[in-house]
């Protein structure tokens, strides 16, 4: 399972948020007065991301049925991010090396603004795909990079992942779906988990983008 915010060394450039201080991770107390300042907070970080992703010339991640296209414009885009996301303290741990690391709370400022940043350099399909994890800047990286850095066996070695986990990220990133379908599929590849089956990550990926499609298409049809 991924890692929960390591330290990050050599970061060499953190702004500071010009109102107020940032809290600590969004580690706010319930009170009104916090719940205010914290939703001011995050409205205000979440623009300096974005006009740093416009400076740093970060590209709007599109889908392609070809994996191997998709690693490669994943990688890109990542690095994108990544040099953006150094700049904030808020954000600054979230991307590491080869993993995406969740905050201890969901809800601080730097995971909803950093999820506004994500949603707003993705394609039509992709901004689809993340509204299964609305608001969570953290687990919209997760699913992008379960989606799109899939490797071959010959990749293995560099990129250090192996299909069960990538199986294991895709099925949590997905877990809060209400699709009737895509609950019958978690359920199946959990149990196969569970079990240490076998599993292709490519084999489940084509099995929820087939799910998806069928849901899209009833839709389409229904109306």
Same mark, same amino acid.
């Given at each position: 399972?991924?890692?929960?915010?390591?330290?990050v060394?050599?970061?060499?450039?953190?702004h500071?948020?010009?109102?107020?201080?940032?809290?600590n991770?969004?580690q706010? /107390?319930?009170?009104?007065?916090?719940?205010?300042?914290?939703?001011d907070l995050?409205?205000?970080?979440?623009?300096?991301?974005?006009?740093?992703?416009?400076?740093?010339?970060?590209?709007?991640? %599109?889908?392609?049925?070809?994996?191997?296209?998709?690693?490669?414009n994943?990688?890109?885009w990542?690095?994108?991010?990544?040099?953006?996301t150094?700049?904030?303290?808020?954000?600054?741990t979230?991307?590491g090396?080869?993993?995406i690391?969740?905050?201890?709370?969901?809800?601080c400022?730097?995971?909803?603004?950093?999820?506004?940043?994500?949603?707003?350099?993705?394609? %039509?399909?992709? %901004? =689809?795909?993340?509204?299964?994890?609305?608001? &969570?800047?953290? %687990?919209?990286?997760?699913?992008?990079?379960?989606?799109?850095?899939?490797?071959? /066996?010959?990749?293995?070695?560099h990129y250090?992942? =192996?299909?069960?986990?990538?199986?294991?990220?895709?099925?949590?990133?997905?877990? /809060?779906?209400? &699709?009737?379908?895509?609950?019958v599929n978690?359920?199946?590849?959990?149990?196969?988990?569970?079990?240490?089956?076998?599993?292709?990550?490519?084999?489940?990926?084509?099995?929820?983008?087939a799910?998806?499609?069928?849901? =899209?298409?009833?839709?389409y049809?229904?109306?």
């Amino acid at each position: 399972m991924p890692s929960r915010q390591p330290p990050v060394d050599n970061v060499q450039t953190t702004h500071a948020m010009p109102t107020g201080g940032p809290l600590n991770n969004g580690q706010a /107390s319930g009170s009104p007065s916090n719940v205010r300042t914290q939703a001011d907070l995050s409205s205000a970080l979440e623009p300096l991301l974005r006009t740093h992703a416009e400076k740093q010339s970060v590209t709007i991640l %599109k889908y392609d049925d070809r994996a191997s296209v998709r690693r490669y414009n994943y990688q890109n885009w990542i690095s994108g991010i990544k040099s953006v996301t150094k700049m904030f303290k808020e954000t600054q741990t979230t991307i590491g090396e080869d993993s995406i690391h969740l905050y201890e709370n969901p809800d601080c400022i730097g995971n909803q603004a950093l999820f506004i940043l994500v949603n707003s350099k993705v394609d %039509k399909y992709f %901004k =689809q795909v993340l509204k299964r994890v609305e608001n &969570d800047g953290d %687990k919209a990286l997760q699913l992008l990079q379960t989606l799109c850095a899939n490797i071959t /066996s010959g990749d293995r070695h560099h990129y250090n992942h =192996q299909d069960q986990q990538l199986v294991e990220f895709f099925l949590a990133a997905i877990s /809060s779906t209400k &699709d009737p379908s895509y609950m019958v599929n978690i359920a199946t590849y959990q149990m196969k988990l569970d079990f240490n089956d076998s599993i292709n990550f490519a084999d489940v990926e084509r099995k929820f983008l087939a799910s998806q499609r069928q849901s =899209q298409l009833l839709i389409y049809h229904h109306f």
